[in-house]
T-cell receptor
Framework: QKEVEQDPGPLSVPEGAIVSLNCTYS??????FMWYRQYSRKGPELLMY????GNKEDGRFTAQVDKSSKYISLFIRDSQPSDSATYLC??????????????FGQGTILTVHP | EAGVVQSPRYKIIEKKQPVAFWCNPI?????LYWYRQNLGQGPELLIR????????DSQLPKDRFSAERLKGVDSTLKIQPAELGDSAVYLC?????????????FGAGTRLSVL
């Protein structure tokens, strides 16, 4: 079993829809939670960064962390065709010999249709 | 400010040939990472440098892969000899400080095809 599990999709939605992307993790030492967006043939770019349970909002994007369930989510409101990309959850290990190691999920491919 | 720069962007080689990738991190970033991203997967860490020191190379296949970061700035990742299974995108990232929780900024990657 992978330390970070993410549904690879693909996910296809119409413009304006609300998108929900999810990951689960197994390591309790994971403390910092991120969402990266990766366009085709580009490197990942950071969208959201949080270290506590609860919600963090940035424009149309909301990151949600539930440490008790080891579950993280990214919500995209009013989705746009420009949001079409692969979304990667990523978690930093804050304990033990793997301190600082960033572990990625598989990535979810999102397509937003005009 | 320039981001993480990688070259070449694409490389096609025959199996058993050597190949090298180069990375220039964001100025002032102490920590540098090399990742491998297979098709349809998330990036997986190969090696992490803090300044000149490789502090985590546990996932680097040392029989054929090597890396160096001279003077704690640019870095080179080498594969010799390359195998078919090495076809992937090799990503370089850098972060400020050495705490391990810093935000990692990625380059565009080098797409390697081994024929």
């Amino acid at each position: 079993q992978k330390e970070v599990e993410q549904d690879p999709g693909p996910l296809s939605v119409p413009e304006g829809a609300i998108v929900s992307l999810n990951c689960t993790y197994s390591n309790s030492a994971f403390q910092y939670f991120m969402w990266y967006r990766q366009y085709s043939r580009k490197g990942p770019e950071l969208l959201m960064y949080t270290y506590s349970s609860g919600n963090k909002e940035d424009g149309r994007f909301t990151a949600q962390v539930d440490k008790s369930s080891k579950y993280i989510s990214l919500f995209i409101r009013d989705s746009q065709p420009s949001d079409s990309a692969t979304y990667l959850c990523a978690i930093i290990n804050a304990g033990g010999t793997s301190y600082g190691k960033l572990t990625f999920g598989q990535g979810t491919i999102l397509t937003v249709h005009p | 400010e320039a981001g993480v720069v990688q070259s070449p962007r694409y490389k096609i080689i025959e199996k058993k040939q050597p190949v090298a990738f180069w990375c220039n991190p964001i100025s002032g970033h102490n920590t540098l990472y090399w990742y491998r991203q297979n098709l349809g997967q998330g990036p997986e860490l190969l090696i992490r440098y803090e300044n000149e020191e490789a502090v985590d190379d546990s996932q680097l296949p040392k029989d054929r892969f090597s890396a160096e970061r001279l003077k704690g700035v640019d870095s080179t990742l080498k594969i010799q000899p390359a195998e078919l299974g090495d076809s992937a995108v090799y990503l370089c990232a850098s972060s400020l400080g050495t705490s391990g929780s810093g935000i990692q900024y990625f380059g565009a990657g080098t797409r390697l095809s081994v024929l």
